[in-house]
C-alpha cells in the first residue's frame, strides 16, 4: 500500500531550449489543462510565502541563465501542486548534450491519480521531451539507489548497491544518448525516438505492458508498469519493476558496452 501523504513525482527529460522557445509555457498550460482545476498563478519567495504572478505567461518566459523557468505553484496548501524547469548542463548529461529538466510534484490523491497519465503526457509533449517519467515519492528513492555510489571511508567511492536485487544504472553523463532513459519508473513516457531505441512495442513480448500503456499523438507511448503506484513493498509490483528491467537492458545504460 502506497504511504499516506506520499506524493508523486514527475521528471521529464527534453532538449536545452533555443532562442523565442516557448515550451515552457506549452509545458504550464498542458499541465494546466490536464489537471483539471489546476492553476499555477504562484511562485514561493525565500521565506516560504506565495506570491502572486499576475502576469504569470510573460514571468515563465523570461530568460534565465541557469534555468528553463522558476518554481510554480498553485498556492493551495491542502492540494500542493509545484512545476519548475532546470538546466542539465552538458557535463552531467547523456551524450554530452545539454538537456532541458522538468520537474513537478503532486498530491497523491483521487484527483491526480485519475488524470496522472495525461499530466505526464501533456508535459512531456509540451517539452518534447526525449522520455520522463512519474512515481510515487517513496518509491522514487528507492529507484534513485540504484545509481547511487557508495561511499567508503578514506577511499573513492564504490559503485551503485540497490536495494530489492534491483539492477545497478549509470550516471547520466554516462549514457551515450539523451534517447535512453536514466531509469524506470510507474509511468513511464517515452519519445518516438526513445520507443525506437528501446525496441517498443513488440507484440510478442510486451503483451502485459502494451495492456497498460497508450500512444501519444506524436508517435511516443505512455507505459504504465502496474495498474496502481508503484509501491515497492508489494511483491508483485516489484516483480513487474524488475521484469520490466529485464526487457529494456538499454534502459541505464546497461546493454552499452562501449560506455565508461
Not at 45 to 54: H, M, R, T, V
Not at 195 to 213: I, K, M, N, Q, Y
Not at 237 to 252: K, N, S
Request: hydrophobic residues 40%; glycine residues 8%; negative net charge.
Amino acid at each position: 500500500m502506497v504511504a499516506p501523504n506520499d506524493t508523486l513525482r514527475l521528471k521529464v527529460y527534453a532538449p536545452w531550449l533555443v532562442d523565442g522557445d516557448t515550451r515552457p509555457l506549452a509545458v504550464v498550460h498542458g499541465m494546466e489543462h490536464a489537471l483539471p482545476g489546476l492553476r499555477l498563478a504562484w511562485t514561493i519567495s525565500d521565506e516560504g510565502q506565495f506570491i502572486p504572478l499576475p502576469q504569470r505567461d510573460a514571468w515563465v518566459l523570461e530568460p534565465q541563465e541557469d534555468r528553463a523557468f522558476r518554481l510554480l505553484c498553485n498556492g493551495d496548501e491542502s492540494h500542493f501542486v509545484t512545476l519548475s524547469g532546470l538546466k542539465l548542463w552538458a557535463s552531467a548529461a547523456p551524450g554530452g548534450q545539454t538537456q532541458l529538466d522538468v520537474q513537478a510534484e503532486l498530491p497523491l490523491d483521487a484527483t491526480t491519480l485519475a488524470s496522472a497519465e495525461a499530466v505526464l503526457e501533456a508535459v512531456a509533449e509540451g517539452a518534447h521531451a526525449h522520455w520522463g517519467r512519474m512515481t510515487p515519492g517513496n518509491a522514487s528513492m528507492e529507484i534513485a539507489l540504484q545509481t547511487a555510489r557508495t561511499v567508503k571511508a578514506g577511499g573513492p567511492a564504490g559503485p551503485p548497491a540497490p536495494p530489492r536485487g534491483l539492477p545497478a544504472l549509470k550516471l547520466c553523463e554516462d549514457i551515450r544518448s539523451p534517447e535512453i532513459p536514466y531509469y524506470l519508473g510507474w509511468l513511464n513516457y517515452w519519445s518516438a525516438a526513445t520507443v525506437r531505441t528501446l525496441g517498443f512495442p513488440d507484440p510478442a513480448r510486451d503483451a502485459e505492458l502494451l495492456s497498460r500503456s497508450r500512444r501519444t499523438p506524436t508517435g511516443g507511448w505512455v507505459v504504465r508498469l502496474t495498474e496502481a503506484p508503484l509501491d515497492l513493498d508489494n511483491p508483485s509490483h516489484l516483480e513487474a519493476l524488475l521484469r520490466a528491467y529485464e526487457r529494456f537492458p538499454e534502459i541505464g545504460g546497461r546493454s552499452d558496452l562501449s560506455a565508461p
